[in-house]
């Protein structure tokens, strides 16, 4: 079975930044699209960032131009730069495999990390 691990989660004032690392194996990585997914206390769980085996980036609107999406296939390890963090951006952290349109995902979901904005 595959296992996700995400980190680098915390707590962060509005303004600051984090990076999150999700690690996977290599050939999950490589070859598949990956996205970045959260769900806030109370709702339902949304897509954040995703990056295709080719390298393309995404974002959903709420976060573009604060978070960025990388990947280090020699590490394993996919990242979400997040800046200028607010405090709607409070949530549980997830990656996974995810289909073009990153509406489906194709792996059992890790632990997650928590992000909380707050002052």
């Known amino acids: 079975q595959v296992q996700l691990v995400e980190s680098g989660g915390g707590l962060v004032q509005p303004g600051g930044s984090l990076r999150l690392s999700c690690a996977a194996p290599?050939?999950?990585?490589?070859?598949?699209?990956m996205g970045w997914y959260r769900q806030a206390p109370g709702k339902g769980r949304e897509w954040v960032a995703g990056?295709?085996?080719?390298?393309?980036?995404s974002y959903a609107d709420s976060v573009k131009g604060r978070f960025a999406i990388s990947r280090d296939n020699a590490k394993n390890t996919m990242y979400l730069y997040m800046n200028s963090l607010e405090p709607e951006d409070t949530a549980a952290y997830y990656c996974?495999?995810?289909?073009?349109?990153?509406?489906?995902?194709?792996?059992?979901w890790g632990q997650g990390t928590q992000v909380t904005v707050s002052s």
């Open positions: 996974n495999a995810a289909t073009a349109d990153y509406k489906r995902t194709l792996l059992n």
């Open positions: 990056i295709t085996s080719g390298g393309t980036t």
């Open positions: 290599g050939s999950i990585l490589k070859l598949n699209t």
